[in-house]
């Protein structure tokens, strides 16, 4: 009987072992991938046909074409020397996503460009014209994801869609363009030392439960850095920056047309980030739009403080402007397109009915800063009279007088590494870091 334990271990070791051995790394160099092929059959003969599993490794050599769908086993990490990658040709004819990934996939150091799509940036967002109607990256109920050190440009619909995922990882990534350039929903969600920019609309778009947002910067882009619709809870946003954005940095918006499943945009922090040239820093808004939809409300006086964004704070961050000329949106500056009579720029938070709001040691740069304004759209087509009035709108807390050191004009520089890095294989192989160019 006292021997039994011992022999589990054994066994259990054993598997271990097998598992490791059976784990292989191949390299496209020497399955005979040339650099700038279309590899699209080559690739999916490989995931389904070759026997992939999980643990195994693809590392991209080169740049190759691509295009299509394809699966990645679960398990499965898919990865590239510096700039080595896929440029996609039917980005415009083909809305299915390019990649979709399985449980605990990882995409590292990947490079991948949507070729003839609409130009980068800008400040409108038409289908088919600024951006093409094209998933890049989707992982849908799975756990464990890791996206590291990827470079994804192209006016796209979306680089990443997390769907209801569990412990997914964003991290060290440069997105470029791209309509919702990211979606999010699930659970335990990290982005971490990311750059997102050249959006026509948001960066980040959609609610979770439980995500950190830290180190990334958010910038150029037509609206929002975070749009979240769909709800942030338990959520912690810090040491980002936010700047040069149409409309705000964070845009927490409570949306409800369909059940009342859960409250959104409850619980969140927001420390020591920068929000830079743009109308609001914050806006906070709860929508009913059952009351669009099927005519009648769902959000009443009884209920609206469970449902309303509440329990927010931000704490040490530092607002202001800098661009010239210093023109309202609408005009293609970053300034406020309906100030008040005070005729201010820019707002720090801007409510569309929200309560318990603090705000703490906040600093300024510019002028024409306005600390709060309360505009309800209470009496709307989103929101009745009634529900708005069941809240107490405002915000408490202090500014320093000491004004902070304004950035400089047009910076797009970050504060961390990211995108594609030097990539050490598990082979051995060491990436020189120069890059295989394009394909």
Sequence with gaps: MKRMPRIVVVVAVGLCCVSELRAKTLHTSDLGWKKGEDVTAKLTSLLSTQGVKEGDELVLDHSYRIRGTHKLPDGFALSARKGAGFHVTDAKANGRPLLELGDRATLRNLTIVYLNTPELGGRSYKHGVDFFDKKGIIASGKSDILIENCRLE??????????????????????????????????????????????????????????????????????????????????????????????????????????????????????????????????????????????????????????????????????????????????????????????????????????????????????????????????????SKEAAGAIDRKATGNILKEPAVPPKRGDKTAPFAYGPQPLEAKSGRRDDGEGPGPG
């Design 154 to 383: 192209g006016m796209i619909a979306h680089h990443i869609h997390i769907a209801n995922c569990k412990r997914p990882k964003v991290i060290g990534c440069h997105v470029i363009g791209g309509f919702w350039a990211v979606t999010i929903s699930g659970t335990d969600l990290l982005f971490r030392n990311c750059l997102f920019e050249k959006s026509c609309c948001d960066c980040i778009k959609g609610g979770a439960d439980g995500a950190l947002f830290e180190n990334c910067v958010f910038q150029d882009t037509c609206r929002d850095g975070i749009d979240t619709t769909g709800g942030l809870n338990d959520t912690i946003i810090r040491n980002c920056i936010f700047r040069r954005l149409g409309c705000c940095g964070l845009d927490l918006k409570s949306h409800y047309e369909g059940p009342l499943v859960r409250p959104e945009n409850v619980g969140i922090l927001i420390e020591k980030c920068l929000f830079a040239d743009m109308p609001n820093a914050v806006v906070l808004t709860t929508l009913d739009n059952s009351r669009r939809k099927i005519g009648k409300g769902q959000l009443t006086a009884a209920n609206m403080k469970k449902y309303a964004p509440h329990d927010i704070a931000i704490n040490d961050c530092v607002v202001g402007h800098v661009e010239k000329p210093m023109l309202p949106s609408k005009k293609g500056g970053y300034g406020v397109d309906y100030p008040t009579e005070e005729g201010e720029h820019m707002r720090i938070i801007l409510f569309k009915d929200a309560y318990d709001i603090r705000y703490k040691d906040v600093r300024l740069f510019g002028d024409r800063i306005m600390p709060v304004l309360v505009h309800t759209i209470g009496g709307s087509k989103a929101l």
